[in-house]
Structure formats: structure tokens, C-alpha cells
């Protein structure tokens, strides 16, 4: 793993309901939303806010009138009374889309690291924001500690910039707040409000909202997903004595943790010794542990030949 940088996260529920409260705040959870559906969604109250998840586009981000977003309208003074970032960093998306919806809710246990990060920067602007959520330690080493760590980093040459043939997603929040839907996308230069909205009408109006967005997509474009931002449903379930539903959730609780191991794995060692056992009486035959390690390094130098008469390749082809 990088040790500095953000890496790319996977989307979700398991992953983000540990990251936040490994972040500090308390009866949290996020829950994968299979239904774009008023009832449904009802049925998870309290409902903090959603998450939204898309293949970015410049298209549909794009404002089609200067200064006036795709859906709802600017509001910049709102950036004074919640809690609002411009995304600095490549892959902070996702954990800054979070951010954005535990920061801005009252009525979530923040813990003491997230509290004093809300406190310090209440008085900046949405850029420092952006710029003091990338530089936390705490936050950046929290985010990245889901991520698979990448053993073999060829520090000779730049990290590849994503290009137009890239399938590039984002992540944004949806919430309501001081009677306002707000959509918070760091990429955006201001919060977007889509009218008024409680945390009872919340339901409809976020389905509204979604079903205008995705309606700007191609019709063949299935490439959504979206979370629940909702109250720890252990909590719930242990004050109504629902023990089979309890057991269910600790169930579940279990394998998200059980994968969250694995996804903090590589699993190269593994891979290592099972190339030896694959290749077993080969091994033997040339020399043993010794031999081995002469193969994979001549074949490592076969690859870094390869990559190199690749580059040149292209080199020439763009030059030409």
C-alpha cells in the first residue's frame, strides 16, 4: 500500500460501515439499496442520507447553462451553515461522500477524532476544507486500510493518469438538512439544493431526484449503487426483543468483517508457495528453493522487457 496518496475503494456497505466506525462514530451503518422505492427506503427510518455511486462522465456533471447544475440550483451560502468540501484528491470520493452525510447530521455520535476535525474546520472555506480533509492522517490512513495493498510499485515511472476509455466512478451524498435536500459533490463547485425535504419526506423526494439523474444516462447504463446512510439496525432490532432478526444482523456483521480481512490481503505469499507447488518436481530437478528464485527473476526480467519494448512502441506510434 501507498503510503501516502488515497487508494481506490470498493463500493461497499461492509467496507464503509467499518471505515466509519473505525473513524469514531457510533450506531452508524450503511446498507446496499437493491429498490429505488419510497416504501422501501421508509422502511430503514431513521434514514441519515444516501449515497450515490455513477460512472462519471463529464456530460452529466457538465452545467448545460453556465453556472446553473443539471437538476436543483446552487447554493453557496448554505456552505456557511453545513458541512461542504471541494474534492482535492483523486479516490477520496468515496469516504469524503460519507463525510458529508455524518458531518452534516446532529443527531450521530460523531466520536472525539471527527468532532474536532468538524470543529476545525467550520470557519474555512469548502476549498481548505477539501484541502484539510486530504492532508488528515487519521482520515486518509483510516480510508486506505480497506484497500488492498499493491506489493510491487515500480517507482521509476509516473502513476498512469486515467484517460477517456477509463471507466471512472464518483460517489455523492444526498441528505436532508435544515429542511433542504441537499446533493454534496465535491466535484461541484457548491452545494446543490433540490427544495425543501424533512427527514419524513426524505423518501420520496431522494427517489425523485435519483430517477431525473439517472434518466440523463443512457438507457443501457446499469452501472449504479447506491447506500443507506442509517441508524445500526442491532440497536434497533435488540429495543423491539426481535432476536431472530438481531441474529440475522450479527450474522452479517461477521461476514463483512471475515471479508474486510481478506480484502486487506494480497495474498501473494499464498500465490508464491503455490507456484512452487504446482511446480513441485521442476523446482526439485534445477536446484530447489535456489532455482526458484532464479526462475521468478528471470521471468520478472522478461515482463520489465516486455513493458519497456511496449512503451517504446507507443513512444514511436505518437510520435509518428
Known amino acids: 500500500m501507498a503510503s501516502s496518496g488515497w487508494n481506490t475503494l470498493e ?11 473505525s473513524l469514531g462514530v457510533k450506531s452508524v451503518e450503511l446498507d446496499e439499496l437493491h429498490s429505488l422505492d419510497a416504501d422501501y427506503l421508509r422502511a430503514l427510518a431513521p434514514l441519515y442520507g444516501v449515497i450515490f455511486l455513477f460512472k462519471y462522465s463529464h456530460s452529466a456533471l457538465a452545467p448545460t447553462t453556465p453556472g446553473v447544475p443539471q437538476d436543483g440550483s ?26 458529508s452525510v455524518v458531518l452534516n447530521r446532529s443527531d450521530i455520535q460523531l466520536g472525539s477524532a471527527l468532532t474536532e476535525f468538524k470543529g476545525f474546520v467550520e470557519d474555512f472555506d469548502s476549498d481548505l476544507r477539501g484541502e484539510t480533509l486530504s492532508n488528515s492522517e487519521l482520515i486518509r490512513h483510516t ?15 509516473p502513476q498512469r493518469q486515467a484517460g477517456d476509455d477509463d471507466d471512472l466512478y464518483h460517489f455523492i451524498a444526498y441528505l436532508p438538512v435544515h429542511g433542504v435536500l441537499y446533493e454534496l459533490d465535491g466535484l461541484q463547485p457548491h452545494p446543490i439544493s433540490h427544495g425543501a425535504c424533512t427527514d419524513e419526506t426524505f423518501p420520496e423526494t431522494i427517489v425523485q431526484v435519483l430517477y431525473r439523474r439517472i434518466a440523463r444516462y443512457p438507457e443501457d447504463e446499469v452501472r449504479f449503487n447506491l447506500l443507506a446512510v442509517c441508524h ?23 461476514e463483512w468483517r471475515r471479508e474486510n480481512v481478506l480484502r486487506r490481503e494480497n495474498f501473494v505469499g499464498l500465490i508464491y508457495e503455490a507456484l512452487k507447488g504446482v511446480l513441485g518436481d521442476e523446482v526439485v530437478k534445477k536446484g530447489g528453493s535456489e532455482a526458484f528464485e532464479t526462475m521468478i527473476s528471470e521471468a520478472k526480467g522478461k515482463s520489465q522487457k516486455r513493458l519497456e519494448e511496449a512503451q517504446r512502441r507507443n513512444m514511436q506510434s505518437n510520435s509518428a
Open 232 to 254: 445500526d439496525r442491532r440497536e434497533l432490532l435488540a429495543a423491539v426483543g426481535d432476536a431472530e432478526g438481531l441474529l440475522r444482523e450479527d450474522e452479517k456483521r461477521a
Open 74 to 99: 446552487y447554493d453557496p451560502d448554505a456552505e456557511q451553515a453545513i458541512f461542504f468540501a471541494r474534492q482535492k484528491i483523486q479516490n477520496a470520493c468515496a469516504t469524503q461522500a460519507i463525510l
Open 143 to 157: 480510508h486506505n486500510s480497506f484497500s488492498r495493498p499493491t506489493p510491487f510499485v515500480d517507482e521509476t515511472h
Open 11 to 21: 463500493s461497499d456497505a461492509g467496507v464503509f460501515t467499518e471505515l466509519v466506525e
